[in-house]
């Protein structure tokens, strides 16, 4: 069992940067791949980024690969996602996801265990 707690939101303007990062307790987050996804006001929430449980598989979004980095840290249990050029339709309430690759990754059935989410507001 895993649970998670996001941090690092805030307001920043186009173009700037943030590193949101996903602290995990419980002693199995090695076995999990992890994942971030993102939800605007009236729409669904979608995938943004994954990591393998070893971090060698790395998938991201279209819409910000090239942008976005995510990363882990096994031995300190957390996940990073930190985000440059930031765009105002980056504007989201971003969560941390964990799960065991039952389903395909871009989708939330993928995930087992979720953070409350910190909100990244990007102005123009």
């Known amino acids: 069992q895993v649970q998670l707690v996001e941090s690092g939101g805030g307001l920043v303007q186009a173009g700037g940067s943030l590193r949101l990062s996903c602290a995990a307790s419980g002693r199995t987050f090695s076995s999990y791949d992890m994942g971030w996804f993102r939800q605007a006001p009236g729409k669904e929430r979608e995938f943004v980024a994954r990591?393998?449980?070893?971090?060698?598989?790395?998938y991201y979004a279209g819409s910000v690969k090239g942008r976005f980095t995510i990363s882990r840290d096994n031995a300190k249990n957390t996940v990073d996602l930190q985000m440059n050029s930031l765009k105002p339709e980056d504007t989201a309430v971003y969560y941390c996801?964990?799960?065991?690759?039952?389903?395909?990754?871009?989708?939330?059935?993928?995930?087992?265990?979720w953070g409350q989410g910190t909100q990244v507001t990007v102005s123009s």
């Open positions: 990591i393998s449980w070893s971090g060698g598989i790395i």
């Open positions: 996801a964990a799960g065991s690759g039952g389903s395909p990754y871009q989708r939330i059935t993928a995930y087992n265990y």
